[in-house]
């Protein structure tokens, strides 16, 4: 999202979200004034609005699937995905999967913040489930650290199969402080990326970073 976009949605639309969605926020000091990777959990189509909260003003966008919705819902969500500067990516497809990377590595160097779902996908129960290794793998190739944060409310209000959205003032946030990586990146440099010890080192950090998800998820 641009910068301009970006501000227009701080002043008018981020009050409004405040208002009508937002119950508690913790946490907001942990932001970065430099650009970070913000990874949270992912439980409705709520947590996009909930993310662009924690982002506006600053230029920010998405990674976001393409290979779930078509007809009038694919239109709508090209339209909203092409506004926004969203990433797209099939989850079903490895070579969509490795150019999203490179996307999101590409917005990274220009000062943009990434907001990436490590889940892959919205929960169906409300729990926090396994992460995959797009922001790691992100983490090791730029150095830009994870903010990782926790969602809480948004599963109550739209979860998987409802139509339409509850509005009712009950979202949690949780920011907590940013993760970074030195050692693992310096020893992942020296590394075939399709090496096993090199997919230990994702493996590690992907797990370091869901397990303070679900912790700011407890504390909530």
């Known amino acids: 999202m641009n910068r301009v976009l970006s501000r227009l949605c701080k002043i008018f639309l981020k009050p409004i979200v405040d208002k009508i969605l937002i119950k508690e926020v913790r946490g907001l000091e942990n932001i970065p004034k430099t650009n970070f990777i913000l990874a949270s959990n992912h439980q409705s189509h709520l947590d996009w609005i909930i993310s662009g909260y924690i982002c506006v003003p600053r230029r920010f966008t998405y990674i976001g699937q393409v290979d779930r919705y078509s007809g009038f819902l694919g ?59 797009g922001a790691s793998k992100i983490h090791l190739r730029t150095g830009i650290p994870i903010l990782p944060v926790a969602f809480k409310g948004t599963f109550e209000l739209f979860p998987v199969g409802r139509a339409i959205p509850k509005i009712k003032r009950i979202v949690k946030i949780n920011v907590g402080k940013p993760l970074n990586f030195p050692k693992e990146r310096e020893r992942a440099k020296s590394l075939d990326c399709q090496s096993e010890e090199y997919n230990a080192i994702l493996k590690w950090i992907t797990d370091k970073l869901m397990e303070e998800i679900k912790t700011l998820f407890t504390n909530i």
């Open 75 to 133: 239109f709508g969500r090209n339209l909203l995905y092409f506004s926004a500067g969203v990433i797209p990516v099939n989850r079903r497809d490895e070579e969509s999967k490795k150019r999203a990377i490179e996307e999101a590595i590409k917005v990274l160097k220009k000062g943009e913040i990434l907001v990436i779902y490590p889940e892959g996908t919205r929960s169906r129960t409300g729990q926090i489930g396994e992460g995959k290794s």
